[in-house]
């Protein structure tokens, strides 16, 4: 029911309305001055708003729109995201960090529209220039949305394709070889306790995700045959892989240490990151880039720079589909072309990369005289 009075304070006759999406008292100025000569036709405009708001309260209750905010909206969204990796998780919370300073956790998840939304994804281009840290809130968004929609909290609609950010893909980051020999021998010299050790071979003689080695259990392996056990919580699949030679001497070492339990004793994969900056920081190769996902792509290039098949390397480093494989494979082979393209050389007297001279006919001196 919407009304028409005066505040006090104010020149203008105002309309008193409840907000249909909010469920909240709001109040509307009809631009007309409070006087006795315009109070009819400011009861008119409210009589057409009181409509207006009506058919609003309509669609909602036709769509079935199930009213709650956004905070326990987004709750039961993490709730059902539980068994996502703490990476996923991160960003879903680092997305909700951003959201609420546009939109008000405690407002109900029908002021998200597509206007808003679409305008909460061009805000967010004055705050990150970088292309990547954009996609990745317009694919929590994205998300988010599909989520409000399939729960009836709002109505369905299509983000418009010009606000999507278009990713860039990186170079993919390597260990140096200097670098990666500097790392080992100072595992030795640090006397680095078998806890991190472990998990420095592992990453690297396996290029497992470091999700994938977080939970992983003394009894996960067979040492006599040299195997690992281990569920990707990133694809959801159980793998059984071949361990390399190297690992034998230390994971034998640290079994025999620990008995059993977790091989690596790290509760999350942002406590191994830290264990492995620190590190980096006490050795002084920090500012190279190098993080613990370094370690798996150096693992992707290394098994195609030693002609480790596709097939091969994909069931090793546990890729849904080869395609993942394909774009590291993809990105060193160019690496390989641009060096073989240095071997070329069209200096002058150079005997190698020399055009040979063509010796022509007088028929065809003759036509390239005339042309």
């Known amino acids: 029911m919407a009304s028409i009075y005066k505040p006090k304070d104010k020149r203008h006759w105002y309309i008193s309305y409840i907000d249909p999406d909010t469920g909240r008292t709001k109040n509307q100025s009809t631009k007309l001055l409070a006087v006795q000569s315009t109070k009819e036709t400011a009861e008119k405009i409210c009589e057409a708003f009181e409509e207006e708001l009506e058919e609003r309260k309509s669609i909602l209750i036709k769509l079935n729109i199930q009213k709650t905010t956004i905070a326990l909206a987004f709750d039961h969204f993490l709730k059902m995201n539980a068994d996502k990796v703490e990476k996923t998780k991160y960003a879903y919370n680092f ?10 956790q405690h407002d109900p998840c029908t002021v998200i529209n597509k206007i808003s939304a ?4 061009i805000k967010m281009r004055g705050y990150y220039d970088e292309p990547n840290t954009l996609y990745g809130l317009y694919k929590v968004l994205n ?11 709002i109505p369905v609609f299509k983000l418009n394709k010009n606000v999507k950010p278009k990713p860039i893909e990186k170079p993919i ?29 592992l990453l690297l003689y396996t290029g497992l995700r470091p999700s994938d080695l977080v939970d992983i259990k003394v009894e996960d392996v067979d040492i006599e045959s040299m195997t690992l056990d281990y569920y990707s919580s990133k694809v959801k699949i159980h793998h059984c892989i071949p361990l390399h030679e190297k690992l034998k001497p230390i994971i034998t070492k640290r079994i025999n240490e620990i008995k059993s ?12 990151g830290k264990a492995f900056r620190r ?15 370094t370690f798996r792509k150096n693992f992707a290039t290394r098994a195609f720079e030693n002609g480790i098949n596709l097939l091969s390397a994909s069931r090793l480093l546990g890729h849904r589909t080869m395609q993942t494989t394909q774009k590291y494979y993809t990105h060193v082979e160019k690496l390989k072309l641009a060096e073989e393209l240095k071997k070329l ?6 005997k190698k990369g020399v055009i040979p001279r063509v010796k022509r006919t007088n028929f065809e001196k003759k036509s390239i005289e005339n042309s």
């Open 118 to 121: 679409e305008d909460w994804m």
């Open 279 to 293: 590190y980096l920081t006490s050795i002084k190769l920090t500012g190279k880039g190098y993080n613990l996902r």
């Open 143 to 153: 998300k988010f949305l599909n989520f409000l929609f399939e729960y009836s909290h």
């Open 345 to 350: 050389s069209f200096k002058k007297g150079s």
């Open 261 to 272: 339990g977790k091989l690596i004793n790290y509760a999350t994969t942002v406590d191994m």
């Open 173 to 201: 980051k390597v260990f140096d070889p200097l670098d990666l020999e500097k790392m080992i021998k100072n595992l030795s010299r640090k006397k680095k306790n078998s806890n991190f050790t472990t998990m420095f071979y």
């Open 95 to 104: 997305f909700y960090k951003w959201f609420t300073k546009s939109f008000n």
